[in-house]
């Protein structure tokens, strides 16, 4: 299953290199079917928005996004001067600003 898992990742990426939003829709829902990390849920969210499926991509990042906070691999980041928290999704991301509890 490793082996399938990683062929359908380097098939995902090449997809999205590609612009291949099709493709990479396909390889993602069958990554996501077979274990849904949140590398795959956030491959999936993604893809989903540039192919216009808002409501879906947001479902799936908000997924991915729980899932990472689960791992504890997400920490909220003090930013100086505010009261909100900086939250680092992924190194290819933008950080999105959450309000501190």
């Not at 612009?19 to 795959?40: H, K, P, Y």
């Not at 908000?62 to 992924?90: F, H, M, N, W």
Request: hydrophobic fraction near 40%; proline fraction near 4%; charge should be positive.
């Amino acid at each position: 299953m490793g082996a399938e898992r990683d062929r359908l990742a380097d098939v995902a990426r090449a997809a999205v290199e590609a612009g291949d939003w099709t493709r990479a829709r396909r390889a993602f829902e069958s990554l996501v079917e077979r274990d849904a990390t949140a590398e795959a849920l956030l491959g999936l969210g993604d893809t989903l928005w540039w192919l216009g499926e808002t409501a879906n991509a947001i479902r799936n990042l908000e997924r991915a996004y729980r899932l990472e906070l689960r791992r504890r691999r997400i920490r909220k980041v003090p930013v100086q001067g505010q009261q909100d928290s900086v939250t680092p999704c992924s190194a290819t991301h933008c950080p999105v600003v959450m309000p501190t509890s």
